[in-house]
């Protein structure tokens, strides 16, 4: 016969009751990783899709969620001036066709002439910025900039630079109103659309693309005329930089 402490100490509720908030943190621990899991996860599932598949920017998706204004027609390369990947190349990351998804020796001098990662300018290829653009945050930090790598060198494997060009030229914010992607960037600033594109006009375009919101390729300013016309000239004198981005 078992006696009362036994059966207070067999079955006891306040035994129950102890182990039952263990059980249930465990359980909340156990979700919460797996979403993190699945949301670190979730861009190198999505990559491969994006082949076949138009996507948006996290800014896009952000103003849209807040109802602020978005406008943008996704347009294929072939619909583009040739002269506005290549200047962009040329203004942005000038090894594109070479790299493979990181610059690492303009990354290393971008390093040091910073104080601080999080201070980094420059450095960041076309491909960074695609992946920036499409799964991460704006902004500079060393968080940012550890999940951005990765996914970098991964989009370059998974996807043609052909691709990546596409996908950046229409998710790049080239407006202050919400103007996303090369076609609306176009025809707010020459009332075009993207294939009629001039030198100049693709130079200007390019001269905006590190701040739309403050520089104005429609009525550019001293300092943006400056910069189009180094870039103009660069895109000009740079060779097959663009040779990468030629239909197979």
Known sequence: MLNSRAM????????????????????????????????LLLPYLLTPVYRFVDPVSTLMMARWVTGARVVRTNVSLDRVAPVLPRTVIASEDGQFCRHRGIDWGQLREAYRE????????????????????????QGRSMVRKALEFPLALWIDLVLSKRRIMEIYLNIAEWGPRGEFGVEAGA????????????????ALMA???????????????PAVRRIAGIVQGRAARSGPIDACLRTP
């Open 8 to 39: 207070t100490s067999i079955g006891s509720p306040r035994s129950a009751s102890r182990g039952a908030p263990r059980s249930v943190w465990g359980r909340v621990a156990r979700v919460a990783i797996a979403a993190v899991l699945i949301l």
């Open 114 to 137: 910073a104080d601080d990662i999080s201070e980094m300018r420059g450095g960041s290829t076309i491909t960074q910025q695609v992946a920036k653009n499409l799964f991460l945050w």
């Open 187 to 202: 025809r707010r600033a020459f009332n075009k659309p993207a294939r009629d594109l001039s030198a100049g006009e693709a």
């Open 207 to 221: 001269a905006i693309l590190p701040n739309p919101r403050r520089r104005n390729a429609r009525q550019p300013g």
